[in-house]
């Protein structure tokens, strides 16, 4: 376990998460003003992926943060920025309500989203702040050019599921019908190219969970009942 606010400043530790070892150090001697330096390594153990910085509202959430960013952290890192672009971090991240209003960018290239309490941001260099609405801040500087989008978003997932309103926690979305189609398209046996020439409609929907809950139903209609059903047998249990 790890008790940050014990340590005293200028020691060092290691913490064993699932995923490998994260070197961890307290600078600052003056309480209230500390912070901690957490080095999290790549999958090979020797590069290292990440660098967070956790301030002591933050200690409590340490444990969680730490093992979230070993469990994403790529096979090796080199000292390039990560190829993830912020724009398609937010469309890959789960924890995100909708994209109906675009992605909108900052002028220093970054982009943010939020959920019911707490909000998410993603910069070029690999810079990573999550934010809760009381003012805690889960940040991390991800190295390595092997930090794709779908990466940079599964740790901004992890960050936003420790912060958020628990009933953030469950956030569903539905998939819109793909409507009408030819059969052939799809390697059926029929034809027609006009809608009433042998066209088939096609109403079904998945519905998916920002926790990973997912299910495929024949329409919409069905998808959506699902997902709320979920979601309360969620805030149920």
Request: aromatic share 8%; hydrophobic share 40%.
């Given at each position: 376990?790890?008790?940050?606010?014990?340590?005293?400043?200028?020691?060092?530790?290691?913490?064993?998460?699932?995923?490998?070892?994260?070197?961890?150090?307290?600078?600052?001697?003056?309480?209230?003003?500390?912070?901690?330096?957490?080095?999290?390594?790549?999958?090979?153990?020797?590069?290292?992926?990440?660098?967070?910085?956790?301030?002591?509202?933050?200690?409590?959430?340490?444990?969680?943060?730490?093992?979230?960013?070993?469990?994403?952290?790529?096979a090796t890192a080199d000292h390039r920025d990560p190829s993830a672009a912020p724009g398609s971090v937010r469309l890959l991240a789960k924890m995100t309500r909708t994209h109906a209003n675009g992605v909108p960018r900052q002028s220093d290239g970054s982009v943010g989203w939020s959920v019911p309490g707490a909000s998410a941001r993603a910069w070029p260099n690999g810079r990573l702040t999550v934010s809760s609405a009381e003012g805690v801040e889960l940040s991390a500087r991800l190295e390595g050019s092997e930090w794709d989008s779908w990466a940079v978003a599964a740790a901004a997932d992890v960050a936003l599921r420790i912060l958020c309103a628990p009933e953030a926690?469950?956030?569903?979305?539905?998939?819109?019908?793909?409507?009408?189609?030819?059969?052939?398209?799809?390697?059926?046996v029929g034809g027609g190219r006009e809608r009433k020439g042998n066209q088939s409609y096609d109403g079904s929907s998945t519905a998916r969970c920002s926790c990973g809950w997912r299910g495929a139903y024949q329409s919409r209609d069905a998808a959506l009942a699902m997902a709320a059903e979920h979601r309360r047998k969620s805030v149920e249990s």
């Open positions: 376990m790890l008790r940050l606010a014990e340590l005293a400043p200028g020691a060092r530790t290691v913490y064993a998460t699932g995923h490998g070892t994260v070197t961890v150090r307290k600078y600052g001697a003056v309480t209230g003003r500390e912070f901690i330096r957490a080095a999290v390594r790549a999958q090979d153990g020797r590069s290292r992926a990440a660098l967070v910085t956790l301030r002591p509202a933050a200690y409590p959430y340490a444990e969680a943060w730490l093992d979230g960013l070993a469990r994403c952290a790529p926690r469950h956030i569903t979305r539905t998939s819109e019908p793909s409507g009408w189609y030819r059969p052939l398209d799809r390697g059926h």
